[in-house]
């Protein structure tokens, strides 16, 4: 069955402490794995898709790099507008369409 | 603003009632979806829809769940008798096939529905 994972649940850091965020999957195969940004009470922002192994994609302070297995979300020197819940999605090969996401990393950035 | 929109962005509703919620997609896209989001969980696929045609509805999707996108342009969910169960963030999304990034969905703001 396809699952998707993320690590932390939560995670506080100060502003401009680097970190990263873990999104773990399993699929029989994997047509595109997807990054999304969250804010209380509003819909998900994409971020970034990445397609295979090795892929890296970035923007501003974000980026995103794939594995076979899992991938991450390097947030380089935060600050407080980077505050929100992060969540990793998979679109697997079997045929379906929709995207299976997991429960998201909520991030708060302190100054 | 050219993005997907959703209206109303809230309903509260006595159990029982009926609801209708609306999604007008990102004008050129020809594929949308309809999700669930509940507190503390990621969405959850419901179904979608590829021009006028609902090609997949997932088993969260009871009887009492109907989507239609009857010109290929916005589309609507109703939920008959609801339940308190049905309190949840209802999610749009749509994209593009045929483009360099088929894959991604775009969401809207979603549709915040209290059931009483």
């Given amino acids: ?111 | 603003d050219t993005g997907v929109s959703q209206d109303p962005r809230h309903k509260i509703t006595k159990r029982g009632q009926n609801v209708t919620f609306r999604c007008d997609p990102i004008s050129e896209h020809n594929r949308l979806y309809w999700y669930r989001q509940t507190l503390g969980q990621g969405p959850e696929f419901l179904t979608y829809f590829q021009n006028e045609a609902q090609l997949e509805k997932s088993r969260l999707l009871s009887d009492r769940f109907s989507a239609e996108r009857p010109k290929g342009s916005f589309s609507t969910l109703e939920i008959q008798r609801t339940e308190q169960g049905d309190s949840a963030m209802y999610l749009c999304a749509s994209s593009l096939v045929g483009s360099g990034s088929p894959y991604e969905q775009y969401f809207g703001p979603g549709t915040r529905l209290t059931v009483t």
């Fill in chain 1, 1 to 111: 069955e396809d699952q998707v994972t993320q690590s932390p649940e939560a995670l506080r850091l100060q502003e401009g402490e680097s970190s990263s965020l873990n999104c773990s999957y399993t699929v029989s195969g994997l047509r595109g794995l997807f990054w999304y940004r969250q804010d209380p009470g509003k819909g998900p922002e994409f971020l970034f898709t990445l397609y295979s192994a090795g892929e890296e994609k970035e923007k501003e302070r974000l980026k995103a790099t794939l594995t076979k297995k899992e991938s991450f979300l390097h947030i380089t020197a935060p600050k407080p507008e980077d505050s929100a819940t992060y969540l990793c999605a998979v679109l697997p090969t079997d045929g379906a369409n929709n995207l299976f996401f997991g429960t998201g990393t909520r991030l708060t950035v302190i100054p």
